[in-house]
């Protein structure tokens, strides 16, 4: 009986998978229509790794199947900060226009249907976006796969130096006794010779 759980039990997936549209298309020929599908699929690793691939299948399950395989070609390393994106970056693909902003932690993905695809696949779990222009969610996906490949890399904060304060020692006992000591005798002096004048 455990044998036979272990075979049905599915190894973890590598990467997280999301089927974002999946529509019909046709083709018409000679003989009739041909009916087709075609999967738009987002995969990543939610570690900064995201890939979009779109593909066409006789069935829907062979659909998704090779828009993952494609995806899995055309896969890009995204460059983080902490939770979040490092910058604001718009990008505009065909008639879709995508525009993300870096959040707060807590904020929680703040996006549409498309563009929060591709942001949860990519592990960024606080952002804002806006969505302008056309509402094709292939457009929007590959806007949005765009906008977070033109990231570039938040520069370090420079370390703000600690100014020196120059620390007064206070002299000890001893000092205090030999400096009186001292002008005592200084002032002996001075007396003896305005006395001998």
């Known amino acids: 009986m455990a044998d036979m759980r272990k075979k ?116 960024i779990k606080d952002i804002l976006s806006k969505m302008i222009g056309s509402s094709n969610k292939i457009n929007n996906v590959y806007a949005t796969f765009e906008a977070l490949k033109s990231l570039s890399q938040r520069p370090e904060s420079k370390k703000t130096e600690t100014k020196k304060v120059k620390t007064i020692e206070k002299p000890t006992e001893k000092e205090v006794k030999e400096k009186v000591k001292e002008e005592k005798t200084a002032k002996a002096k001075k007396v003896k010779k305005d006395e001998s004048k």
Do not use: W
């Open 8 to 123: 049905f039990e599915r190894e973890p997936k590598e990467f997280d998978e999301r089927v974002v549209q999946i529509d019909r298309v046709t083709r018409v020929v000679k003989g009739g229509r041909r009916l087709r599908f075609r999967a738009t699929v987002v995969i990543g690793d939610k570690k900064g790794r995201v890939g979009v691939g779109v593909d066409k299948g006789s069935a829907v399950v062979l659909a998704i199947t090779k828009a993952v395989a494609k995806a899995k070609k055309n896969m890009v390393t995204i460059n983080l900060h902490d939770t979040t994106i490092p910058h604001e970056v718009e990008n505009v693909y065909c008639g879709a226009r995508v525009f993300l902003k870096p959040a707060r932690p807590g904020t929680g993905v703040i996006a549409g249907g498309a563009v929060r695809a591709v942001v949860e696949v990519a592990g």
